[in-house]
């Protein structure tokens, strides 16, 4: 498809086990983008990548979150020993070189319970 | 640091109506500016942008903006509300490309359109 896309779309997870989120963004996109976005909240910086490196992990709110882009390509978001403070909807967005503009995929709504 | 002010949580418009959706931001350089869209149970899509150009900025569906430097604003209109608009609306600012493009985001405002 055309678009960025995401899976699962939804994933409830129990407390305590470990969860990995995947983004295919657009095709050709250099730049990569995670988000967090809690309930009636406005999405929340997580973590850049350039092709495979990972130049900002600034917004990862514990070392139990983990990124990674091995081929510059699809990206995963990884989170170990979940919380309930970890549910909410995660979001990927990619860019193209030279434009500003970032689009995004539909989410993954992840439930801790 | 940059931050980004929507004002109220919800606005309620009757059909036909004129759309007047608030956003103030602040950031330490020449801002990039975005109005952001949002679906029940989908993700963000690209209403409209300022990148420097011209301060008046038309988007999809019959949106524009308008960036007043002075105001530290860009506030979203749109001439006459259609039902198909009720939605979340966020505003984001960004202060560059490369590693400093992240976005930050408003805490958003839900439209609701009454027929």
């Known amino acids: 498809g055309a678009g960025v896309s995401q899976s699962p779309r939804y994933k409830v997870a129990k407390r305590g086990q470990d969860v990995a989120l995947r983004c295919d963004p657009i095709?050709?996109?250099?730049?990569l983008f995670w988000y967090q976005q809690a309930l009636g909240q406005g999405p929340e910086f997580l973590t850049y990548?350039?092709?495979?490196?990972?130049?900002?992990k600034s917004g990862l709110p514990s070392d139990r979150f983990f990124a990674e882009r091995p081929e510059g390509s699809v990206s995963t978001l990884k989170i170990q020993r979940t919380q309930q403070e970890d549910s909410a909807v995660y979001l990927c967005?990619?860019?193209?070189?030279?434009?500003?503009?970032?689009?995004f995929g539909p989410g993954t709504r992840l439930t801790v319970t | 640091a940059q931050s980004v002010t929507q004002l109220g949580s919800h606005v309620s418009v009757s059909e036909g109506a004129l759309v007047l959706l608030r956003c103030n931001y602040s950031?330490?350089?020449?801002?990039?500016l975005f109005w952001y869209v949002q679906y029940p149970n989908q993700g963000l899509q690209l209403l409209l942008k300022?990148?420097?150009?011209?301060?008046l900025v038309k988007g999809i569906n019959g949106f524009e903006a308008e960036f007043k430097k002075s105001e530290t604003s860009f506030h979203l209109t749109k001439p006459s509300a259609h039902m198909s608009d009720a939605a979340e609306y966020f505003c984001?600012?960004?202060?560059?490309?490369?590693?400093?493009?992240?976005?930050?985001f408003g805490k958003g405002i839900t439209l609701s359109v009454r027929p």
């Open positions: 967005a990619s860019r193209a070189t030279g434009t500003h503009e970032q689009y």
């Open positions: 095709s050709g996109h250099v730049s």
């Open positions: 990548f350039q092709n495979e490196a990972q130049l900002d």
């Open positions: 950031s330490s350089v020449p801002p990039y």
């Open positions: 300022y990148t420097s150009a011209a301060t």
């Open positions: 984001a600012v960004s202060d560059g490309a490369g590693a400093n493009s992240k976005l930050t």
